[in-house]
């Protein structure tokens, strides 16, 4: 019996984690803070003005060729001085179909007037942080720009508005990231990751403090990627920037500009995609509970309530488990309260996403068992097995790019 009890007391935790973010992204919506988060910048420019140089990182690693394409033609499209843009395209050593790819189409950028170099990364690929680092002693931006391939961003004026912000003493930007799809995980992926940057996201920021900044279409001070030892060697080398921007100071924006990428192409690719975040989440939660012993409580637990977020998704496999075990075990009456409560929030969620953000699809209908199926994923991330940087299997964006406008306008509002 007292094992029972506290099994059921770990559960009720869950669902406890899981109504606390949920009560986040009900104040968000109320508050609109989207609003508030997510930073408009003026495009315009004068000969006047002091522009920085930028070095533009592209990490690239077993890419096909539309996919380097889209990102190349995306950068060239940029509206900002050539002269004051490097860009280094890093391939691994090895990977020699990337490399062809990259030399046939580097005719793009350097045709807009860029300077291109190519380096190749030599060694064993230990992931994305790895690459960028690699080039990290040649760059001479003091703003430094990544973009991955299939990066189709949505903003000409991306890069000058980065500038801008560095100007008002920002050392890292972060923009939204979409994943599209043209079938029924793109179009899940579009609708969870719009709720992520228009709904979690700002509520998180909001309440503390902190944004989390995507790797792609990040911008960062050299100085200050310098002064933290370069990119973490983590699985989210992305988020975990933000416990050092916490450990080291500084500021972080997000940047109301939008980068479109491709969704996981299958469920086997969702999975990969999906443990490598979670346990990316589990290695920041941490090292943040870690890094109690210099930094003070407050930014301590600011930092648990970020990384923790990922959690709460087991709250609704959980809850369905408990309603089933209901009639044939013992179940403290107010763990199961907690259970409809938390049952009810997941089914009742699509309603927001056909009157929020005007989705139509009956893919909707899937989104609660999309959901479920998150958490059980982030039950595989806890257990103890070794996780590698697991690259993910994309739609090519260069296979929906002529559908996007369509599908953007048609999803969001």
Not at 85 to 110: A, F, M
Not at 246 to 268: D, H, Q, W, Y
Request: glycine share 8%; with cysteine; net charge positive.
């Amino acid at each position: 019996m007292v094992s029972e009890i506290s099994v059921w007391g770990v559960v009720t935790g869950f669902f406890i984690l899981s109504i606390f973010y949920s009560s986040v992204s009900i104040y968000s919506i109320l508050s609109k803070l989207k609003k508030r988060v997510w930073v408009d910048v003026n495009n315009c420019s004068s000969p006047s003005d002091d522009l920085p140089r930028v070095s533009v990182i592209l990490p690239l690693y077993k890419e096909n060729f539309k996919d380097i394409e889209v990102t190349f033609r995306s950068l060239a499209s940029q509206e900002y001085p050539r002269d004051l843009i490097d860009v280094y395209v890093v391939v691994e050593e090895g990977d020699l179909r990337t490399l062809e790819y990259v030399e046939s189409l580097k005719g793009l950028l350097e045709g807009s007037g860029f300077k291109v170099s190519v380096v190749v990364n030599h060694g064993v690929r230990r992931g994305k942080a790895s690459a960028i680092n690699s080039v990290l002693g040649m760059v001479r931006g003091d703003v430094i720009v990544i973009y991955d391939a299939g990066d189709l961003v949505n903003d000409r004026h991306h890069i000058l508005k980065v500038t801008k912000l560095f100007r008002s003493g920002y050392v890292l930007i972060g923009c939204r990231v979409l994943r599209v799809g043209d079938d029924f995980l793109g179009k899940l992926s579009l609708i969870d990751t719009s709720l992520w940057y228009d709904v979690a996201l700002p509520g998180l920021t909001v309440v503390t403090g902190y944004p989390l900044v995507s790797g792609e279409g990040m911008a960062i001070s050299k100085e200050f990627l310098v002064r933290v030892g370069g990119m973490p060697n983590k699985l989210t080398e992305d988020s975990y920037m933000t416990l050092h921007l916490v450990r080291r100071g500084g500021k972080a924006v997000l940047l109301n500009t939008t980068i479109f990428e491709g969704a996981p192409n299958s469920i086997r690719g969702l999975v990969k995609q999906r443990l490598r975040w979670y346990r990316g989440y589990l290695e920041c939660l941490r090292d943040s509970i870690v890094s109690s012993t210099e930094l003070n409580v407050k930014d301590v637990l600011r930092l648990v309530v970020l990384y923790a977020q990922p959690l709460a998704l087991t709250s609704f496999p959980l809850a369905i488990i408990t309603i089933v075990l209901t009639p044939v075990t013992y179940v403290d009456q107010y763990t199961l309260t907690l259970a409809i409560v938390t049952l009810v929030a997941l089914i009742t969620a699509p309603i927001y996403i056909l009157l929020e953000l005007g989705v139509k699809d009956k893919v909707i209908i899937l989104a609660p068992m999309y959901w479920v199926f998150q958490g059980l994923i982030m039950f595989l991330a806890l257990l103890p097995i070794k996780i590698g940087w697991l690259r993910t299997e994309r739609t090519s964006i260069g296979n929906v790019a002529e559908d996007l406008t369509y599908t953007t306008l048609r999803t969001l509002k």
